[in-house]
């Protein structure tokens, strides 16, 4: 057969996709570090999270859940299969599959755009995605001196070998390595960072106030109207997020001092406007329309867009703010609305991680800076965020996502939501969730 005659290949067809359903979420109230959960580990919070879905939505059968996806930032080398060991010690059924993911702040929601991505593929019906952190049973490594000299004892070949290598420890070497919230490349923390950025984009002391008032107050008042009865399950004795602090007010936090950019005059960042160290976990329940429809469940909202950026803060415009490490979002969020056809006013809630009340003011700035239309503050998480919650970094993005979800459904019509997750590295995470 000539070329001429062979026959034509098929067109490549693109594999049908199906849309995403948000069936819920569950999470435990975030606690301070060191308190009410500093013996709890991330597998134990991470599983209580997961049996409140399977007690919620009856998921103890085979083949229930397709898929956990779930990871930790913070993790102990017994974590190294953070995900599986969760299933195995969870309600859920001991052949669901699992695996670990991790991109700093945003790994909560990232675990859940890969589990999104599989159903609407097809490959899988339903899944549940989040994760967990604790900074009160963060790892303490081996001093790197004294792990040298123990590897060196266990590759000796002799006694006299093994003796030789193990003289040369010294007191110093008993000293552990302790977890530093910095970046590896600059050495400096998330908080200096972010005080860079809050001066190259003039974030103002008492807008930081006022945002973090306001997220206090706003979360306060979704407790109280029963907004997280479904949401949020007790744990340890704990009933709600602990750093929440109902009496806030600009004027109560205009009293505190800076923390973060005391290298430079005014500083205006404080413990009031910034995120504490957190511990805690957070998952939602993702399914495919036709799986949700079988089970008499309607979904909260689906998932309808997301988009991952990065930015240069070693080498790139970073005292000009452009380039800051949680300025990430700034490229996001523009580069995501343009492909799903989508601007600012199409929006009808926004939610911001807060992880510094400077970060989201600068984030809304770059936003109009890049021609977006500005944010309706009023739209602005709108049940409170990371400044009154807390945040367990790989648990942010689950509790966003739920949390938006349900905001979404209790609107009874159609609307739209924006997910901006800022995350270590320069890195960060965005989603839009719909309803139709």
Not at 115 to 127: M, V
Not at 172 to 194: C, F, K, Q, W, Y
Not at 344 to 362: G, I, K, P, T, W
Request: proline share 6%.
């Amino acid at each position: 057969m000539t070329p001429v005659e062979q026959p034509l290949a098929q067109p490549f067809a693109p594999p049908r996709t199906r849309r995403v359903a948000i069936i819920g979420g569950a999470r435990i109230p975030f606690a301070r570090s060191d308190g009410p959960y500093a013996t709890a580990s991330n597998q134990e919070m991470l599983t209580a999270t997961v049996d409140a879905l399977v007690d919620r939505y009856g998921l103890e059968e085979p083949g229930a859940v397709g898929e956990f996806v779930a990871g930790a930032v913070l993790k102990h080398a017994r974590d190294f299969n953070l995900a599986r060991e969760t299933v195995l010690g969870s309600r859920l059924d001991a052949r669901t599959p699992a695996y670990d993911i991790q991109q700093a702040c945003g790994t909560g929601l990232q675990a859940v755009i890969a589990a999104a991505n599989k159903i609407t593929l097809g490959q899988t019906e339903s899944a549940i995605a989040g994760g967990a952190d604790t900074a009160s049973d963060a790892p303490l490594g081996v001093n790197d001196a004294l792990r040298r000299i123990l590897l060196e004892t266990r590759r000796a070949k002799s006694a006299g070998a093994r003796l030789r290598a193990l003289s040369r420890i010294r007191p110093s070497h008993l000293v552990p390595d302790i977890p530093r919230n910095a970046e590896p490349r600059t050495g400096l923390s998330m908080g200096e960072h972010a005080a860079v950025t809050a001066r190259a984009w003039g974030v103002a002391r008492e807008a930081q106030d006022e945002l973090a008032a306001t997220s206090h107050q706003r979360l306060a008042a979704a407790y109280e109207r029963g907004f997280f009865q479904d949401l949020v399950v007790p744990f340890r004795e704990l009933a709600r997020d602990q750093n929440l602090r109902p009496g806030s007010t600009v004027e109560k936090l205009a009293s505190l001092k800076p923390v973060f950019g005391l290298d430079a005059p005014d500083p205006t960042m404080t413990a009031g406007n910034s995120t504490p160290l957190t511990d805690g976990a957070a998952t939602v329940l993702l399914a495919s329309e036709e799986w949700a429809r079988a089970r008499g469940l309607e979904p909260l909202a689906y998932l309808t867009a997301y988009e991952t950026a990065a930015v240069d803060f070693v080498a790139g415009d970073v005292v000009g703010g452009e380039d800051g490490l949680l300025m990430a979002p700034a490229y996001a969020v523009p580069r995501m609305l343009e492909r799903a056809g989508l601007t600012m006013a199409d929006f009808d809630l926004v939610e911001v991680h807060e992880a510094f009340a400077s970060q989201v003011l600068a984030t809304l700035a770059a936003w109009e800076k890049r021609g977006l239309a500005p944010v309706d503050r009023s739209r602005l998480n709108v049940a409170g965020s990371s400044l009154a919650t807390g945040h367990p970094f790989a648990a942010t993005g689950a509790r966003i996502v739920a949390t938006l979800a349900k905001l979404l459904a209790e609107r009874g019509g159609p609307g739209r939501g924006l997910i901006s997750v800022c995350a270590a590295g320069g890195q960060g995470v965005t989603a839009v969730l719909e309803r139709t």
